[in-house]
């Protein structure tokens, strides 16, 4: 079992930036792959961002390649979302997620996940 908290939300103008934090407990995160996901409202939940368990290999969401980073320490049992250049349309409810297995992109083959945090990014 793992416990997911994400932090770092609010209101923003676009072009700004935040970064998001996630910190794990009750379980090694480095034996999890992680992702970034988030969902806007009356729309589905979509893939952002997902990072291997030693943080070797990251893939992006088209829509936010370039502009956000995914990271993680181990050693802090915490995952980072790092979004620059934040545009309107990235406002969403943000949620860390974390598997077992392999990094995936569909948020269905995710076992563990945080509350959620709110991204506004005015126009």
């Known amino acids: 079992q793992v416990q997911l908290v994400e932090s770092g939300g609010g209101l923003v103008q676009a072009g700004g930036s935040l970064k998001l934090s996630c910190a794990a407990s009750?379980?090694?995160?480095?034996?999890?792959?992680m992702g970034w996901f988030r969902q806007a409202p009356g729309k589905e939940r979509e893939f952002v961002a997902t990072?291997?368990?030693?943080?070797?290999?990251?893939y992006y969401a088209d829509s936010v390649k370039g502009r956000f980073t995914i990271s993680r320490d181990n050693t802090k049992n915490t995952v980072y979302l790092q979004m620059n250049s934040l545009k309107p349309e990235d406002t969403a409810v943000y949620y860390c997620?974390?598997?077992?297995?392999?990094?995936?992109?569909?948020?269905?083959?995710?076992?563990?996940w945080g509350q959620g945090t709110q991204v506004t990014v005015s126009s």
């Open positions: 009750g379980r090694a995160l480095s034996t999890v792959s």
């Open positions: 990072i291997s368990k030693s943080g070797s290999s990251t």
């Open positions: 997620a974390a598997r077992s297995g392999i990094t995936r992109s569909d948020p269905r083959e995710y076992d563990f």
